[in-house]
Structure formats: C-alpha cells, structure tokens
C-alpha cells in the first residue's frame, strides 16, 4: 500500500457514496492550504484509513539479529565462489549490519565480512578499514584468527593498492558573476509572462563551456541507495558505511555524518523511516526534507514562520540573495521562492496533493519528536502550509541527482538522490536542450552542449529527452508534471530551419530508463572532452555524420558542434 492506493481508494468511496460533488466542493471552497489538508487528513481519520495504514505498515523496522544472520547469510552466498557477485554481497551485508543488535557480534562479523569483499577486489586500505570496525565492534575471540590473517596480508599487499581516483575538478570557464559567485559572468534572468524565469546568456557559448557549479539547499538520499551511500553527504562509502543506532535503514559515512544526521532531518525521520519509504515517492522524500531542513535552521517554529511571511521574502530567487553572506537561512529564500504551479493546478491535483500531505504531517507529527517542536495549532499549521508548499515547488523544480560515470565495477550509473538548486531550477525545459547537468557527489555543474548564441535562453531537460520520448508522450509529461506546453525547437515543426526536412526520426529510438542514463553517459564523455566515445555514439545512434574517421580530438570536437548544432534536432520523433 502507497500514499497513492490511498487517494485512489478514498476518491472511489467518495464517488461510490455520491458525496464526491459536496466533498470537493466543500474543499474548494477553503482558501488556505492547512485547511484544504487539515479538512482531507479528518475524512482520512473518519473513514479509518490512517488506523489502517498504522496497522499494516510499519513506522520502523526494529533491529533484529535474526533477520542481520538472514542478510549476512544472503550475501556470503552472492560472495561464494559460485556467484562472485560482490557488489550485491556488499549491499547485503551492509543490510546485516543496519539489522544488527547494538553490541551483538553480529554487528563486527558484518564489518568483517564486509572486509572479505574488498580484499577480493584488492582494496586494502579499505579492507583494513572494516577489520579495525569489527574490532572495535568486539569480533568474538573464537574467529578472530581468520581476521588477523586477513589483516596481516592486507598489511603487505596495501603499498599496491593505486591511489583513490581524484574527482574531476571542472572550473567555470569565465569569470564569476557579480551578484551569484558559483555562475558564469555572462548569465542573467529574464521573465516573461509564457516562460515564467528564465536564464539568457549575454555572449556567445561554445559545447564544453562550464557555466555554473552549484551545491544544493538539501538533498535526499533514495531508498534503493540506503545501503549503498552515506545519508548525509551522498557520498558512495559503501566501504565503511556503519549504520544508524535505531533503524535499519539509514547508513553513515562516518560519525560526524551520523551526527549531524541525527542532529537535523533523520530527528525527524527515523521514527518512522520505514513508513516514509513504504508509502511516498522521491519528490515526496525531497519536499519533506526541503521542509524539516528549513525547520531546522531556527531555534523555533514562530522564527521560521515571521522569516517566511516577511513581505521582503516572498518569491524570491538565487540573483535576490546576498552572497556576500550567505548565511543557510538566506539560502532558503530563493528555495521557498521556487514556483509551485498552485493556481494551474486543478482541483483534482489539489485534492491528491492534500492527501499525500495529509498522510505525510500526520505520521511525522503524531508518531515523531517533531510534535513538541511545532507546539500549538498555529506551529501545526504553518508546517503543514510548508509542506504542501514544498509538495507542489517538487515536482516541478528538484533535480534528480546521478552519477554517469562509471569508475570501477561497483559504481553503477544511476539516480541515487534528489536535490534543491536554487540556480538550476531557474533553468526552463527544452527537448533538445542546450545545457547539461554533471554531477559530482550532490554539486552539480553546467555544461554547454550546443553552441548558444549572445541573448539566446539556456534550457535544461526535465527528462522529455527528443531522442528518447515522443512528442506526445513529452507533452503529456511536461504538462502533468510541470504544467506547461512545451513549443521548443523540436516541438515547433513549423520552425523554419526545419522546413522540408523529414519529421519521423531515422534512427532507433531509445526508449527505456537503460537508454536514457547511456545518452547522459555519453554525454558526460562529451562534457569531458571525450570526444571520440561521445561521436562513436552518435554513430551508433544514428548520426548521419562520419565520425568514426575523426582521428584527433580538436577534428573530434568541430564534428560534434557541427552534428550538436544541426544533424542533432532532425533525429526528433515527431
Ligand atoms: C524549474 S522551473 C523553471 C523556472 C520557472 N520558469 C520560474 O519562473 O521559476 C519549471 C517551471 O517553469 C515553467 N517552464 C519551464 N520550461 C518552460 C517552457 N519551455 N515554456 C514555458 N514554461 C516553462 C513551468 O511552469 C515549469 O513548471
């Protein structure tokens, strides 16, 4: 059961019942967000659905060492030498060590476990890393002799082990903008009454410029990653991840992550961590931490509450914010600023909206330390008008935050979180945009990808790729999730450059999840400058230009600006 088959149900009864027409109606009528929740969370009470969603789901799994021996078991069975599969050892045993009895031994013979694997993939220090967490952890005296040879050939064999990859470091490649120092000097905000905000450049941009390199507001780790990284810092520390003290579902890289963790969102979260998983999706996760991330930057909820309802901070964006101290709090501003899309949204939108945020407060406030800091009735419902807030700037503006590079074995490209960019989601959509997003750990950078002219607009791609999805499924998409028709070059099949020219593609379409992370990978080879794999790509695809004869890089890079700014577009389904 999700928040979802919760509305559906709800809406069914309703309909059912023949009280849909005066249920709506009535919630219509109420102006304030608080009351249209408040008003849907008293239908869900009165009809018994929150007493059935405490029955059959639970808020959090307890630690249970039965379950921790299951995992380990799962996982020495992935590292046999049957199957080799260490990654999906490691996930598990890391699964063993979250469901583990504080002071058990279960906990170190996790951790020692865990250093089997990276001894087979030759990662000592690492290796000797998770022998020193299972001592400390009290790795019982009767295997410890299998620990101690483990740790003696790691001793011998770690001066082999190559250095850690140093992360790309990309600089922006002009000089810092005046008033946003992590922008590009020549960006500025537009508006117009169709497009809304919007970022234009003022002089002309070449494939492979880095124009922006933005940290996010927050971020939030997603489920299927919670053995994988840190649910702090994002980082992938699977190596030596030790778990949270009370659930089994949260993961730290350290103790300071774990600490500043416990001392912010996961407060908040871990009563109910399970339930939060079970039941909402990534943009519910991202709007929830958006909120308890700016609880936590006051003293108290009635601070938060005059911040927000200051006249001088409403609708504000990145270029409004003081850089010359830019305090979290200020950072925030541009954050609550973000468009939400209310007065586009219907009154069904609004209702199944209500009952995500109904579900989502009642759960976190009733069962969770979040009660006592919200107080009375107006904390209550200041914090439920946040969070419906947040529920709607989501969908429409949070970034979905992934790694298209792919190191060694163990790293997979893929979404592992989401973020809040305050810059970023000033950025409009085309689909064929003629930016892109790389990551590296939660700091996302902006890439040219197509020449744009001096006074041109810059466009992301919120996923309605040209390549990869119709048009009418992106026009389906985009106005369901982000409430606009989109008429942008590959939309517009009256725009003159492409008069005459075929509107059915060539090529093969890509068309599932696998195939749209392979275009952000080779697309990363592009921002990176590798140039010959990014138009080996092109070939493959398609493109109806020579590149495997391309020999040097320089010839490399004209070819693709050249298919970028032409051969690119035609390839549209239309
Ligand atoms: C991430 S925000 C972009 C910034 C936004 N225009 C603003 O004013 O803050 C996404 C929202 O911008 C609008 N938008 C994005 N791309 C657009 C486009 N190509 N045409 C019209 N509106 C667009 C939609 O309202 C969408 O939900």
Same mark, same amino acid.
């Given at each position: 059961?999700?928040?979802?088959?919760?509305?559906?149900?709800?809406?069914?009864?309703?309909?059912?019942?023949?009280?849909?027409?005066?249920?709506?109606?009535?919630?219509?009528?109420?102006?304030?967000?608080?009351?249209?929740?408040?008003f849907?969370?008293?239908?869900?009470?009165?009809?018994?659905?929150?007493?059935?969603?405490?029955?059959?789901?639970?808020?959090?799994?307890?630690?249970?060492?039965?379950?921790?021996?299951?995992?380990?078991?799962?996982?020495?069975?992935?590292?046999?030498?049957?199957?080799?599969?260490?990654?999906?050892?490691?996930?598990?045993?890391?699964?063993?060590?979250?469901?583990?009895?504080?002071?058990?031994?279960?906990?170190?013979?996790?951790?020692?476990?865990?250093?089997?694997?990276?001894?087979?993939?030759?990662?000592?220090?690492?290796?000797?890393?998770?022998?020193?967490?299972?001592?400390?952890?009290?790795?019982?005296?009767?295997?410890?002799?299998?620990?101690?040879?483990?740790?003696?050939?790691?001793?011998?064999?770690?001066?082999?082990?190559?250095?850690?990859?140093?992360?790309?470091?990309?600089?922006?490649?002009?000089?810092?903008?005046?008033?946003v120092?992590?922008?590009?000097?020549?960006?500025?905000?537009?508006?117009?009454?169709?497009?809304?905000?919007?970022?234009?450049?003022?002089?002309?941009?070449?494939?492979?410029?880095?124009?922006a390199?933005?940290?996010?507001?927050?971020?939030?780790?997603?489920?299927?990653?919670?053995?994988?990284?840190?649910?702090?810092?994002?980082?992938?520390?699977?190596?030596?991840?030790?778990?949270?003290?009370?659930?089994?579902?949260?993961?730290?890289?350290?103790?300071?992550?774990?600490?500043?963790?416990?001392d912010s969102?996961?407060?908040?979260?871990?009563?109910?961590?399970?339930?939060?998983?079970?039941?909402?999706?990534?943009? +519910?996760?991202?709007?929830?931490?958006?909120? @308890? %991330?700016? !609880? #936590?930057?006051?003293?108290?909820?009635?601070? $938060?509450?005059? /911040?927000?309802?200051?006249?001088?901070?409403?609708?504000?964006?990145?270029?409004?914010?003081?850089?010359?101290?830019?305090?979290?709090?200020?950072?925030?501003?541009?954050?609550?600023?973000?468009?939400?899309?209310?007065?586009?949204?219907?009154?069904?939108?609004?209702?199944?909206?209500?009952?995500v945020?109904?579900?989502?407060?009642?759960?976190?406030?009733?069962?969770?330390?979040?009660?006592?800091?919200?107080?009375?009735?107006d904390?209550?419902?200041?914090?439920?008008?946040?969070?419906?807030?947040?529920?709607?700037?989501?969908?429409?503006?949070?970034?979905?935050?992934?790694?298209?590079?792919?190191?060694?074995?163990?790293?997979?490209?893929?979404? +592992?979180?989401?973020?809040?960019?305050?810059? @970023? %989601?000033? !950025? #409009?959509?085309?689909?064929?945009?003629?930016? $892109?997003?790389? /990551?590296?750990?939660t700091?996302?950078?902006?890439?040219?990808?197509?020449?744009?002219k001096?006074?041109?607009?810059?466009?992301?791609?919120?996923?309605?790729?040209?390549?990869?999805?119709?048009?009418?499924?992106?026009?389906?998409?985009?106005?369901?999730?982000?409430?606009?028709?989109?008429?942008?070059?590959?939309?517009?099949?009256?725009?003159?450059?492409?008069?005459?020219?075929?509107?059915?593609?060539?090529?093969?379409?890509?068309?599932?999840?696998?195939?749209m992370?392979?275009?952000?990978?080779?697309?990363?080879?592009?921002?990176?400058?590798?140039?010959?794999?990014?138009?080996?790509?092109?070939?493959?695809?398609?493109?109806?230009?020579?590149?495997?004869?391309?020999s040097?890089?320089?010839?490399?890079?004209?070819m693709?600006?050249?298919?970028?700014?032409?051969?690119?577009?035609l390839?549209?389904?239309?």
């Amino acid at each position: 059961m999700d928040v979802y088959d919760v509305s559906d149900d709800l809406i069914k009864k309703l309909n059912d019942w023949k009280l849909i027409g005066i249920i709506s109606g009535k919630f219509n009528e109420l102006k304030e967000n608080y009351s249209k929740v408040n008003f849907v969370e008293h239908a869900l009470i009165d009809f018994k659905y929150m007493e059935k969603i405490f029955l059959n789901v639970k808020l959090r799994e307890n630690k249970c060492n039965k379950r921790s021996v299951e995992f380990r078991m799962l996982g020495n069975e992935q590292f046999s030498l049957k199957n080799r599969k260490y990654f999906q050892a490691l996930e598990l045993y890391n699964k063993s060590i979250c469901y583990a009895e504080p002071n058990s031994e279960h906990l170190s013979i996790g951790y020692a476990n865990r250093s089997a694997v990276f001894f087979e993939w030759k990662r000592y220090r690492e290796c000797l890393a998770n022998i020193e967490l299972a001592r400390k952890a009290n790795y019982p005296e009767r295997l410890r002799h299998k620990l101690d040879k483990r740790e003696r050939d790691c001793q011998q064999l770690v001066q082999q082990q190559a250095p850690d990859i140093v992360p790309y470091d990309f600089k922006l490649s002009f000089e810092p903008h005046a008033q946003v120092p992590y922008i590009a000097n020549c960006l500025e905000l537009r508006e117009t009454a169709d497009e809304g905000r919007f970022i234009a450049t003022t002089r002309d941009l070449v494939v492979g410029d880095v124009i922006a390199a933005e940290q996010p507001f927050c971020s939030s780790l997603l489920p299927p990653m919670r053995y994988i990284r840190c649910a702090t810092c994002k980082q992938e520390r699977y190596l030596t991840l030790i778990p949270c003290d009370n659930c089994c579902s949260v993961m730290f890289c350290s103790e300071d992550c774990k600490q500043l963790a416990n001392d912010s969102f996961h407060k908040y979260e871990c009563p109910i961590i399970d339930l939060l998983h079970r039941m909402f999706n990534k943009i +519910h996760g991202i709007a929830l931490r958006t909120t @308890l %991330s700016a !609880l #936590n930057l006051y003293d108290s909820i009635e601070e $938060l509450m005059a /911040y927000c309802e200051q006249p001088s901070n409403q609708q504000k964006c990145v270029f409004d914010l003081d850089f010359t101290q830019l305090t979290p709090q200020e950072h925030y501003r541009a954050i609550h600023g973000l468009v939400t899309n209310q007065h586009m949204r219907s009154v069904s939108d609004l209702f199944q909206r209500s009952v995500v945020c109904a579900v989502l407060k009642h759960f976190i406030i009733e069962y969770t330390p979040l009660k006592d800091f919200l107080g009375g009735e107006d904390g209550r419902n200041f914090f439920t008008d946040l969070l419906f807030r947040h529920l709607q700037t989501s969908p429409s503006n949070m970034h979905g935050i992934d790694l298209v590079e792919q190191v060694n074995e163990t790293k997979d490209d893929q979404t +592992h979180s989401s973020g809040a960019y305050a810059f @970023l %989601s000033l !950025l #409009n959509h085309s689909c064929a945009p003629n930016t $892109l997003r790389i /990551y590296d750990g939660t700091k996302a950078y902006l890439f040219v990808l197509r020449p744009i002219k001096a006074g041109e607009a810059l466009y992301d791609n919120y996923g309605a790729h040209f390549a990869i999805f119709s048009k009418k499924e992106r026009q389906e998409r985009l106005s369901m999730q982000y409430r606009f028709n989109c008429s942008c070059e590959a939309c517009e099949l009256d725009h003159p450059k492409y008069k005459g020219m075929p509107h059915k593609a060539t090529v093969p379409m890509v068309n599932d999840d696998t195939d749209m992370k392979l275009l952000g990978a080779y697309n990363y080879d592009f921002a990176i400058g590798n140039y010959q794999k990014y138009c080996d790509f092109l070939t493959e695809y398609g493109a109806a230009y020579p590149c495997a004869q391309i020999s040097s890089a320089e010839e490399c890079l004209k070819m693709a600006l050249h298919i970028m700014a032409d051969a690119v577009p035609l390839k549209a389904k239309m």
